[in-house]
């Protein structure tokens, strides 16, 4: 019974840590290259702890992050995301999120990459990943069921590499 204890207790200090590590400041300006320049760590930040945290923790810092993100990836000079039907999960907010996220993470880790193919299947990955998280939380969602079941199939670059 301890060790069960012990388990839940290190879950729940776990999950809770995530919400400690990421601050949007107040002040942030996304004015000009620099500046977009200058926040990525902390876009990258963002994105691994909305993965990480699940949707029912921290609705408002989730709001907060998601707000700071979606700004960000609005006016980045060097990450253009490009949203393709059968791809995006666009009936699930959160899953659509994770989607932006995942392609953003790519093209930053990977010399702002352009490869649109590449991106959409990180992004694509991503989502997948919250979803199955999530899925109790959010519910059931049929664009994220095709896009699983390609991925199970091994087809999910072939399927994305279509869809363009």
């Not at 945290?53 to 992050?65: A, D, Y």
């Amino acid at each position: 019974m301890n060790k069960i204890t012990m388990l839940i207790c290190l879950l729940f200090v776990s999950t809770s840590s995530f919400a400690q590590h990421v601050n949007i400041p107040m002040d942030l300006k996304l004015e000009n290259a620099e500046d977009y320049k200058k926040t990525e760590q902390l876009v990258l930040n963002s994105i691994e702890w909305l993965s990480k945290t699940p949707v029912s923790v921290n609705p408002n810092k989730r709001k907060e992050i998601n707000a700071f993100l979606m700004k960000w990836m609005s006016g980045s000079p060097t990450v253009s995301i490009e949203l393709v039907a059968g791809i995006v999960p666009l009936d699930c907010a959160d899953c659509l999120m994770s989607f932006l996220s995942g392609w953003t993470k790519y093209s930053l880790e990977n010399n702002y990459a352009k490869y649109k193919v590449k991106c959409a299947l990180a992004g694509a990955e991503n989502a997948i990943e919250f979803y199955k998280m999530n899925k109790s939380e959010i519910g059931k969602n049929s664009d994220m069921e095709k896009i699983i079941k390609q991925q199970k199939k091994g087809k999910l670059e072939k399927y994305i590499k279509s869809k363009f």
